[in-house]
Every structure is written in C-alpha cells, then in structure tokens.
C-alpha cells in the first residue's frame, strides 16, 4: 500500500522536541494523573490499590463498560452498544476507512483538514473528490459545491468540525443540510469531532453528526478536549448498525482491545467531564482573546478568528516559503507553529492556542520577535 508521507506529524515528530515554546500543540494544555484525579474529587490512592490487585488481561474486549457509557453521555442519541473504542481519534479514523472503503469507492472530504481524511482513503483505492474552504466563507463548506460533488455512487463524505487548522464551526443549519446532501445520495456521513464542545461562546454546543444523521459517524478522543492524549484511546460513534459489526470484525485484526489501565482512568475522566470542560474552556477562551490581540497588531498577519477548537490559520506576507518560515522560526526564535503547506496553505502557518498561557504568550514574543527582524532586513 503507497501512502502520501503525513505532512503535519512528520513535521512535529522532527521539530517539537527542538522548540522552546511548542505553539504548535493542538491538545489543551496536558493534565497529569494528580491533576486528573483532583479534578474529579477521586480518591487516587484507593484507584491504584485496586488497580494493582488486577490482572493484565485484554479486558473488555469491546470497552471497558464506565467508559463507554461516558461516551454515550457526550452525545443525544448514541447508547454505548453504538460506540467501537480505538488508539485514539488518529486510529479511528483509520480503522474507519479500513473497515468501509473498498477499491473505487467516491469519497468527497473538504480541504484543508487533517491529512487522514483525503490519504487514508486515497490509499485504499477510493477515488477522492476534495471540496476548498476558502477564507471568505469563513471556511465554511458551500452546500451547492458539496452537492455539485456528491452523486449516488458516493460512498462517503468527510467533514470537520471545529475544523482543523481553521478553527472554523458550522452552524446546526448548515450541519444539517451537510445531512439532507448525505441522505439524499444515501452515503456514509464522517465528522472528525475531536474538538467538538470546544466552543468559544458560552451556552453553544455544537450538535454531533452521529446524533443529527442515520448514518452518520463520529470520530472523537481523549486527547484535545479531555488533555489526556497519553491515553492513547479514541472511539467511533454510529448508529448504524451495519457499519459496527463491521468495524468490531475488522477490529479483530487490528487491535482486539484498548487498554484495561487506559480506559478505566478514562472512565474516572468523563464522569468529571463538565470540570474538565470547563477546564479546557477557560483556556482556549483565554488564550484566543491573547492570539486575537497579538494578531491585530502585526501588520504582516491576518487570519479568521476562530469560532472553536484549539488551532488557527494564520497568513503573512513575507517573501518566503511556509516550511522556511517555520523553520527559521524555530532554529532562531524558539518558537514552534506547523507550515501551512502541510495542509496545502501556502504562506500560512496554523497556531496552537490552548497550551500554557505563559508559553503562548512567550512564543508569540518569539515570533514578533521575527516578523521585526524580517521587516527590517
């Protein structure tokens, strides 16, 4: 099987160790298992002398049961026999496109996004239509081009939302008619949700693609919304029936279980879910007001404000290349922020906002620090 190399993770598994202020992290700022337990008012002692007195079987072979009912509670309509846990969103997604696409399939999936989403499935054969979200629609997808796109021989459609790097949020009206497109072609629907409840108004909550559409899948994890990316645990959400069995069949020879120590610290994370998104709220409000005020002040960069998430698209007009601009940032300013032409966004960079405050705010000293020097030169 030929893949394309993944652009965004080759570039962070080359640079993020080599950076003094990683502003490319898209997770909200990591938590530890102290803070964890903490948190949700736990006991974590008690939680580890019962631990320890478990064996290292498979466990639950199809999940641990606290932890898919925490699922569950994140969506309307999905009950937790509706959910296939995964090594994370990164192996959902995969496992997905694994189990549904077969050689000539039609996928439709909007650009730019995380790369999974047009590689995976180009890998597998499938022939991959892509639909631009363009900065004056605020990347947004346009329904009449998604309806242009899509025909009956269509087998899936790939969203986002929040989109990744845009940070862009489709409204409930537009999710559904994303929906009624999908219906109308009866075609699998695919959103990646992973920084879905990460809103920035309070009181908005993003409606799941899972709960709006029959055959509709939601792709979500541990990482970005709960900071528990060490967890390594994701999960498919779907109420068709159909695509379960297939996807629990295909599971047999991929991975056969999550781990038992994983999903139950999970489990304790998603019964504390409303402190935990809280949590992450308070950051990613704080932190993009700080991006906002920064932007609007340097005369080389633009961008759209993001509606939700952790990221953004931010453009400059200096006279070089994304990956050089990125790299001289690193190497001489410290600062680490991800090339937009790993999402095939040309001199552009995509910013990872919900890290520390004290980092965020040192890193975008590094980078005024460069923009300076650049137009001095």
Not at 141 to 149: G, I, S
Request: proline share 5%; hydrophobic share 40%; aromatic share 8%.
């Amino acid at each position: 099987m030929k893949i394309q190399p993944f652009a965004v993770e080759e570039w962070m598994n080359a640079y993020e160790t080599r950076c003094r202020y990683n502003i490319a992290e898209t997770c909200v700022d990591s938590i530890s298992l102290d803070q964890l337990f903490e948190l949700a008012g736990q006991d974590r002692d008690a939680f580890f002398r019962k631990i320890s007195s478990v064996r290292l079987t498979y466990g639950d072979i199809e999940g641990y049961p606290p932890f898919l009912e925490g699922i569950a509670r994140l969506y309307r309509n999905i009950q937790p026999s509706e959910v296939v846990v995964t090594h994370g969103a990164a192996g959902a997604n995969h496992h997905l496109f694994y189990s549904l696409i077969e050689p000539g399939d039609h996928v439709v999936t909007v650009v730019p996004t995380y790369q999974q989403l047009t590689s995976i499935p180009a890998s597998f054969g499938a022939r991959v239509d892509t639909l631009r979200l363009r900065s004056e629609n605020h990347y947004l997808p346009d329904p009449a081009e998604l309806r242009a796109l899509v025909t009956t021989d269509t087998r899936l459609i790939c969203i986002n939302n929040p989109n990744n790097p845009t940070g862009s949020l489709m409204p409930p009206a537009l999710l559904n008619e994303i929906v009624q497109i999908a219906r109308d072609n009866d075609c699998y629907l695919l959103c990646d949700e992973v920084y879905r409840l990460l809103t920035q108004e309070p009181g908005e909550l993003s409606p799941s693609i899972a709960d709006l559409y029959e055959k509709g899948i939601s792709v979500s994890s541990m990482s970005k919304v709960f900071s528990l990316a060490g967890l390594r645990l994701g999960w498919i959400a779907t109420r068709d029936s159909g695509l379960r069995a297939a996807c629990l069949s295909h599971r047999d020879y991929n991975h056969i279980s999550c781990g038992l120590f994983d999903e139950r610290v999970a489990a304790i994370a998603l019964g504390a879910s409303a402190k935990l998104l809280e949590r992450s709220r308070g950051i990613i409000r704080e932190n993009l007001q700080i991006l906002d005020d920064f932007i609007h002040r340097q005369p080389h960069l633009q961008y759209v404000r993001p509606s939700a998430g952790t990221t953004a698209l931010v453009r400059y007009d200096l006279a070089m290349d994304s990956r050089q601009f990125c790299t001289t940032l690193c190497e001489r300013y410290g600062a680490l922020v991800t090339p937009g032409d790993c999402f095939d966004e040309p001199r552009a960079f995509r910013i990872g906002y919900a890290c520390r405050k004290e980092e965020l705010e040192q890193g975008l000293a590094a980078l005024e620090r460069m923009l300076r020097d650049c137009s001095q030169a």
